[in-house]
């Protein structure tokens, strides 16, 4: 064994020695751990909250919209699919769809509400993965009535079950006696959760020959939309279909259409591993102080080691020995506690969130990398630690360390 690893070691967990040191030492591992797993945990977590909005909001409204700057809508919107389709080999699905503002009405309930129509076989929404009650199936029964499906907190609101029959206001432009809102009849035939209680609350689908009849749209579609093979690639989509199809269409892709709400993940991700970081530059400064003590302790050690040809070099690599197996040994535990705490509950689902959330319980992404780079930084501050005090031990004068009590 490398004596001066020897030597420190014995230096720090020496059970003849100060059992003071030992505690402090101890304190010190600690210190490390938690400042390790704190990090973790908490970047595991906001990745998760990152992942788990951008897929749910991935599958509920498509990567990209395309709309027209005319207010009627797009007309040939086959048309555009099939050149889309054509140019733009990324796509993996693409749909017309129309919507607007309605207002539904079940016995005395009324609520505002979003109608959109769609294509029931081409709809890239999660909708269908997301049905809680019911079936998917949006088909009109016959010329009366047509299937509808709505979001789970809408339904508890106006206490609507599968089966409901209720009525729905098309509102085009402010009413009047000259602008009467067309009315459409639809039974409840499934209601969906995803989660997003902005959408659950007021999303509600139909199929799109339907919408387009009640808004007297005629041939046209509010909108197209899609989906790419690759999420990330979504805004070079973008300009390739900016550039195929000119004026008068513009798409944009969801994190545009909801800015707001990816901008707010951003905003609780960026500050917390600075703030949460500060834990581990506390403990780090915590070792300095425990080698600082460490150095005192051992003075006389010192100095009978340099008398015995032990050189400055040496002296200080025992002392940043210390430090480092004092950050080492914190940083395997902190990795154990931090990841394992992690993985329970990604499995478990111990901690639930209010619902302005957007999800149930506490979403959990271990990133092996974030795991690597808190694990490298930690131990390269910890190392920065140990120079000062290794250096200070490194300077003392053999005579009189030896004459030290």
């Keep these: 064994m490398n004596y001066k690893y020897f030597i420190a070691k014995r230096y720090l967990f020496s059970k003849k020695d100060s059992k003071f040191i030992s505690f402090i030492t101890y304190i010190s591992i600690l210190g490390v751990t938690l400042g390790v797993a704190t990090l973790i945990i908490a970047i595991s977590i906001l990745s998760g909250f990152e992942k788990e909005i951008r897929d749910k909001v991935a599958g509920l409204v498509s990567h990209i919209q395309i709309h027209s700057f005319k207010s009627e809508g797009v007309k040939d ?52 993965s997301n049905i809680k009650k019911g079936e998917y199936n949006v088909q009109p029964i016959d010329t009366i009535f047509s299937r509808l499906i709505i979001g789970d907190k809408l339904a508890e609101k106006l206490n609507i079950q599968i089966g409901s029959k209720v009525i729905v206001f ?116 915590n070792i300095v102080g425990t080698l600082l003590m460490l150095v005192l302790e051992k003075t006389q050690s010192v100095g009978i080691l340099k008398s015995l040809g032990a050189s400055r070099v040496d002296v200080m690599k025992i002392f940043i020995f210390d430090g480092l197996i004092i950050g080492a040994i914190g940083i395997i535990i902190g990795n154990i506690f931090g990841l ?25 992404l271990i990133v092996p990398e974030y795991v690597v780079l808190i694990s490298v930084i930690t131990f390269a501050l910890v190392f920065f630690a140990t120079l000062i005090p290794s250096y200070l031990a490194s300077k003392f004068d053999p005579v009189k360390s030896l004459r030290f009590h």
Excluded: H
């Design 77 to 128: 919107y086959k048309d555009v699919i099939k050149t889309i389709k054509d140019s733009i080999p990324e796509t993996t699905g693409i749909t017309a769809y129309a919507q607007r503002e309605a207002v539904i009405r079940f016995k005395e309930n009324v609520e505002g509400i979003m109608l959109k129509g769609i294509i029931q076989e081409s709809d890239l929404s999660s909708t269908k």
């Design 170 to 285: 098309g509102i085009q432009g402010i009413p009047s006696p000259l602008n009467t809102p067309r009315i459409k009849q639809f039974i409840v035939t499934g209601i969906y959760e995803t989660g997003l209680r902005d959408y659950d609350d007021i999303l509600i689908y139909t199929d799109l020959k339907t919408t387009q009849k009640l808004f007297n749209f005629g041939e046209y579609v509010t909108g197209i939309e899609m989906n790419v093979n690759d999420i990330n690639q979504v805004e070079f989509a973008v300009s390739k279909i900016k550039q195929v199809l000119g004026y008068p269409f513009y798409p944009r892709s969801l994190f545009k259409l909801y800015k707001g709400l990816f901008t707010w993940v951003e905003l609780q991700k960026a500050p917390t591993p600075i703030i949460l970081g500060l834990i581990i530059i506390v403990a780090t400064f």
């Design 340 to 364: 394992g705490v992690s993985l329970v509950e990604q499995k478990y689902k111990f901690f639930s969130l209010p619902e302005f959330y957007y999800m149930k319980n506490v979403p959990i």
